[in-house]
């Protein structure tokens, strides 16, 4: 976290001594340094919790349906005679 910190406080502190101000690319620098620093931030706050979570939704999203157990009643019965006409 001090590394963006400190990327944004330097690109920061060389824009304000330029008289043009902070450039396109500078605030990009800048922008893109205070989004990480946000998002380590917030990950350290939620810490466990947001680890579980996307633990969770993973294992949710990633679950192979195929390898699921089907119930006798929703098993799927195929009829060669139904599956060849379509």
């Known amino acids: 976290m001090a590394a963006d910190t400190a990327i944004a406080a330097e690109v920061i502190n060389k824009s ?12 990009c620098i800048i922008f893109d340094s205070l989004i990480r620093l946000s998002y380590k931030l917030i990950l350290a706050r939620l810490g466990h919790e947001y680890f579980n979570f996307t ?4 294992q949710i ?6 390898l699921e157990p089907q119930h006798p009643k ?3 019965v195929c009829d060669d005679e139904s599956e060849s006409h379509g």
């Open 16 to 27: 304000s001594k330029d008289e043009r101000g902070i450039s396109g690319g500078d605030a």
């Open 55 to 58: 633990l969770a939704y993973m």
């Open 61 to 66: 999203r990633v679950k192979p349906t195929h």
């Open 74 to 76: 929703q098993a799927r």
